[in-house]
């Protein structure tokens, strides 16, 4: 017989990832604790750029970045960087995604990715309505900008293969551009908009929210760090630092980036490593920002969201453990302020968050090797909140014995 303090399921992780999949779990009436280390958006989910990026179906890993990765790894405050003291221990994962750069693996996973954000993008308003939040979407588009003919005829097979997965955008001139985003610096000739990319008002606003509506539909939220998984008889038994235990008859691993280390104690060794971001967010009258615009040369973007101006992105490779270097944040914040010439930069608040990132750019997204009630769920790199809503609905259905909405195959964590 059950034991009613046990839920049918665990969620560990209560970013946006774990929370959607934890609200999808609800919805196929299951009963379901959501237990993170910190509580509800306190990770990457509360200081992303607030996107839905449905048509971000390149993955970074890819020969364009190779062809810039020299160049930026030269720049300490560059779009990309690995700390010296960080490099010996990302070797493999490096060498794994030069791997996955190659055609037919970029192929393969610009296929996956695609199905997955179809799937995302087909689930999002639905989902949005059914937990109260659908009006803070947003539909405003984003502006690709350039700085030269070239660097545009540069980024053309990437929206080649755009145009083939019947994404709209549409390439501009200096003056077709600045009538979608006026207060551009001379320096940026052309761009490319994309009508069909949205965003959220505010993702920590966005993921408290689906917290509320978890615990209004009888989910209960604890705080603890998870350590370890086993499996036991009828489930699986879940511990915290504190020693204490949890079961229930099915888990879903959605940490973020600390994901990886309560999988080994699974036997299962998956090479997550960590993005980590920075961002500055400034007062919302810092600039007239009418659309998300990206500066893809320089690996950031700017984002209107309902609580300011948020300047933010790059790569930096730096695991879990090293203090933050805000300087990137800096950096990228004058570099704003040359880009938009009336940019206030006053009054802002800085912040590095962890983004989840496996070699190939696709999440692991499965059940685990040593139980079938272990569902993974994690590695989203820059597209956690873009993916949740169809990586939730994966999620509900691998919990519900359901075959999956879309071929999960190329998202497994074995694959490695």
């Known amino acids: 017989m059950k034991d009613a ?40 989910s509360a200081g992303n750029a607030g996107a839905f990026a449905f048509t971000d179906i390149l993955p970074l890993a890819s020969p364009g970045i190779l062809k810039k990765a020299p160049r930026w790894l030269l720049d300490p405050l560059g779009p990309l960087t690995v700390p010296p003291a ?8 490096m060498f794994r995604f030069w791997r996955a750069c190659s055609p037919k693996r970029v192929a393969h996973s610009t296929a996956a990715q695609t199905a997955l954000m179809d799937l995302s993008k087909a689930e999002l308003e639905p989902f949005l309505a059914a937990t109260g939040t659908l009006p803070m979407l947003r539909k405003e588009g984003n502006l690709q900008v350039y700085e030269s003919e070239v660097e545009l005829k540069a980024s053309l097979p990437g929206w080649k293969a755009r145009a083939e997965h019947g994404i709209e955008f549409h390439h501009l001139d200096a003056s077709a551009m600045r009538e979608i985003q006026p207060g551009l610096a001379p320096r940026f000739t052309h761009g490319t908009f994309t009508p069909g990319w949205y965003s959220i008002a505010d993702p920590k606003l966005y993921t408290l929210a689906l917290a509320d509506h978890f615990g209004a539909q009888g989910g209960a939220i604890e705080r603890a760090e998870i350590v370890a998984l086993r499996p036991v008889e009828g489930g699986v038994e879940v511990t915290s630092a504190d020693g204490k235990t949890r079961r229930a008859r099915q888990v879903v691993l959605a940490a973020g980036a600390f994901s990886h280390r309560i999988a080994r104690t699974l036997g299962e060794r998956i090479p997550l490593e960590t993005e ?91 059940r685990a090797r040593a139980t079938p009630q272990v569902i ?41």
């Open 376 to 416: 993974y769920a994690f590695g989203h790199g820059h597209l956690g909140l873009t993916q949740s809503a169809g990586t939730a609905r994966l999620v509900a259905d691998l919990l519900a014995g359901q075959r999956p909405a879309i071929d999960i195959q190329s998202f497994s964590p074995q694959r490695f």
């Open 276 to 366: 980590r971001g920075y961002n500055t967010t400034l007062p919302s009258n810092a600039f007239d920002l009418r659309t998300q615009v990206t500066f893809g040369g320089h690996g950031f973007v700017v984002t209107r969201l309902s609580t300011g101006i948020r300047v933010g992105g790059a790569v930096e490779l730096g695991g879990l453990k090293l203090p933050p270097n805000y300087r990137r944040a800096e950096a990228m914040l004058k570099k704003a302020q040359i880009f938009l010439p009336g940019l206030k930069s006053e009054g802002g608040v800085q912040w590095m968050g962890f983004r989840p990132s496996l070699p190939d750019s696709l999440p692991a997204i499965g």
């Open 86 to 93: 960080y490099a010996a221990q990302i070797a493999p994962w």
């Open 5 to 44: 303090a046990q839920p049918d399921v665990i969620v560990i992780g209560a970013g946006v990832v774990g929370l959607s999949a934890a609200i999808a779990a609800q919805g196929r009436g299951l009963s379901v604790t959501v237990v993170d280390r910190e509580g509800p958006a306190a990770g990457a």
